[in-house]
């Protein structure tokens, strides 16, 4: 094993072990046990991951989307699973722009 990989399995070891990646993985499996939330989550995300790769005005969609899928705004589970995503999603983030900024690879 190279020192890369060795080096990736170590922070991938942290990053599970981070309280952001535990109360995703704990919220994870509280959906699991509810098949049909769990389904209607990923359908908003879904269209919220193409709507921002879209070229459509972001606003009307962000609208039409909330109106559309308002039920899981309202559901303390849903809310908490989607913000504890996204933290996790910020936290690569993070890892993501760290190595490109140190290893000097030119992203526009």
């Known amino acids: 094993?190279?020192?890369v990989t060795h080096a990736i399995d170590a922070l991938i070891d942290v990053l599970k072990g981070t309280p952001e990646y535990t109360a995703y993985q704990a919220l994870e499996e509280r959906l699991r046990?509810?098949?049909d939330l769990k389904r209607r989550i990923d359908e908003y995300r879904t269209k919220a991951?193409?709507?921002q790769r879209s070229g459509y005005d972001i606003f009307d969609e962000t609208d039409y989307?909330?109106?559309e899928y308002r039920d899981l705004h309202e559901n303390?589970?849903?809310l908490a699973y989607l913000?504890?995503?996204s933290s996790v999603c910020r936290r690569l983030r993070?890892?993501?722009d760290r190595i490109v900024d140190e290893v000097g690879v030119e992203v526009p």
């Open 1 to 3: 094993m190279d020192g």
């Open 94 to 96: 993070q890892v993501i």
């Open 65 to 67: 989307c909330l109106d």
């Open 83 to 85: 913000d504890a995503e």
């Open 33 to 35: 046990q509810e098949p």
């Open 49 to 51: 991951y193409n709507m």
């Open 76 to 78: 303390a589970l849903a």
